[in-house]
T-cell receptor, first 112, second 111 residues
Framework: QQQVKQSPQSLIVQKGGISIINCAYENTAFDYFPWYQQFPGKGPALLIAIRPDVSEKKEGRFTISFNKSAKQFSLHIMDSQPGDSATYFCAATLGGYQKVTFGTGTKLQVIP | KAGVTQTPRYLIKTRGQQVTLSCSPISGHRSVSWYQQTPGQGLQFLFEYFSETQRNKGNFPGRFSGRQFSNSRSEMNVSTLELGDSALYLC??????????FGSGTRLTVV
């Protein structure tokens, strides 16, 4: 019940296109859903996060869509750039700063 | 301001040995968590400390332990190393409910 399922495992998008990564969770007690971006040799960096009382959150080119009834959330990267090429992890947590359950990661490659 | 600092960055150990990894959180952050990252298992939670107390623990054997000092710095220890312990060990610190800041990790290789 603590799992967070993430898809796809890898994604290739043309520059300027939209990258979409999907996640689903089981535990309805989760109350904070962050997305992390990880470059090779670096730790994950918090990209954007949402709480279940909001259906959408946008920060620049990054948007989280959240569907509480379906227990699903997704990351949309608009106007994808080669610099966005990284591994993206969705996550869910109880109480924000406590144990974080991560998805399995999506390796995004944006080609020129 | 300085980020989360982990030392050492790289470590090679032999099976059966023990290892201690260090983490200095962002100044003012009292919550420190540790994660293990491997290609096969992804990011897995080890434990979380707040004000020197372990608040949460993941599903790892007792060979994995940690502690937090009064200045919020944290260490994790792995005893009797196994080949499967080879991984990137990540430390993260948090001030409030708005998520973690991760360090760059310690790459542990067990031979």
């Amino acid at each position: 019940q603590q799992q967070v399922k993430q898809s796809p495992q890898s994604l290739i998008v043309q520059k300027g296109g939209i990258s979409i990564i999907n996640c689903a969770y089981e535990n309805t007690a989760f109350d904070y859903f962050p997305w992390y971006q990880q470059f090779p040799g670096k730790g994950p960096a918090l990209l954007i996060a949402i709480r279940p009382d909001v259906s959408e959150k946008k920060e620049g080119r990054f948007t989280i869509s959240f569907n509480k009834s379906a227990k699903q959330f997704s990351l949309h990267i608009m106007d994808s750039q080669p610099g966005d090429s990284a591994t993206y992890f969705c996550a869910a947590t109880l109480g924000g700063y406590q144990k974080v359950t991560f998805g399995t990661g999506t390796k995004l490659q944006v080609i020129p | 301001k300085a980020g989360v600092t982990q030392t050492p960055r790289y470590l090679i150990k032999t099976r059966g040995q023990q290892v201690t990894l260090s983490c200095s959180p962002i100044s003012g952050h009292r919550s420190v968590s540790w994660y293990q990252q491997t290609p096969g298992q992804g990011l897995q939670f080890l434990f979380e400390y707040f004000s020197e107390t372990q608040r949460n623990k993941g599903n790892f054997p007792g060979r994995f332990s940690g502690r937090q000092f009064s200045n919020s710095r944290s260490e994790m220890n792995v005893s009797t190393l196994e080949l499967g312990d080879s991984a990137l060990y990540l430390c993260a610190s948090s001030l409030n409910e708005d998520g973690y800041t991760f360090g760059s990790g310690t790459r542990l290789t067990v031979v």
